[in-house]
């Protein structure tokens, strides 16, 4: 197990080595994930989009550096021609890196709260659903060593369809390295909106905007998640 150090992101190149043979049904995998335990074998996991993975590799750190519920990102390999005598398959080879989830609570209002939640936002993608946890990815250029503190503001008179404002603020003390564009990866519990909003049948349906900065004229901008796509979500 390797540990990644964020927030600075790249494009990573990994050798996996280990139990594998040529031939086998190897992926390699890039995913936001979930520290769980399994409490058959008390064993640490980590819950994907696509399945959870027994991460025995995590044993050492678990309930030190990292703890059930955590949210991070992981690069691993799975070799699906070797389950477990369960059926479980293993995480190989685990890089990862904890992702952020100090975020403030989702508040009404859309965009218009405090005035400090006004860092542009670059460019946003990811946007992946563990759980409750849903998880981004967005650029901001700002001072190497700079604090954020991150928002999710909505309109509370959208019951159906309702826009989701991420917005960012510095914290204090403000950062004095040199500037850079950095990736960053955050999650949000997004459990009280699920609840809220859902439908009937447990859909949940929103789209998802950031501030992009601010036209000639004062007036603020903003770009839409994915073109504007709406993002439609089955609550179990």
């Known amino acids: 197990m390797k540990k990644l150090v964020f927030p600075i992101l790249g494009v990573l190149m990994f050798g ?16 936001p994930a979930i520290v769980g335990v399994s409490y058959e ?46 059926g479980e398959y293993i995480a190989y080879d685990l890089y990862y890196g904890k992702v952020e989830t100090g975020w403030t609570q989702a508040t009404v209002g859309g965009e218009s709260t405090a005035g400090d939640f006004d860092i542009p936002i670059e ?12 998880f981004f990815v967005f ?18 008179n959208e019951t159906s369809e309702p826009e989701i404002f991420i917005r960012a603020r510095k914290d204090y003390p403000k950062g004095s390295a040199s500037v850079g564009t950095l ?11 699920f609840m809220t909003h859902k439908d ?34 089955k609550i179990e």
Request: glycine share 6%.
């Open 183 to 193: 990736q960053y990866p955050f999650a949000f519990n997004m459990s009280s909106f």
């Open 16 to 31: 996996f080595s280990g139990c594998m043979k040529p031939g086998d049904n190897i992926s390699n995998l890039e995913l």
């Open 41 to 86: 074998t008390f064993q640490p996991t980590i819950i994907t989009s696509v399945g959870t993975f027994l991460a025995t590799e995590l044993q050492s750190v678990l309930y030190t550096e990292l703890f059930e519920g955590d949210a991070i990102w992981a690069y691993f390999s799975v070799n699906y021609d070797q389950p477990t005598a369960s």
């Open 139 to 156: 650029e901001q250029t700002v001072p190497t060593d700079q604090k954020m503190t991150y928002e999710l503001t909505y309109d509370g």
């Open 123 to 134: 460019n946003m993608w990811v946007a992946d659903l563990v759980g409750n946890m849903m």
């Open 200 to 233: 009937s049948d447990n859909w949940v349906r929103f789209k998802i905007k950031y501030k992009t900065g601010v036209d000639d004229e004062g007036i603020d901008q903003y770009d839409s998640f994915n073109d504007g796509s709406l993002i439609e979500i």
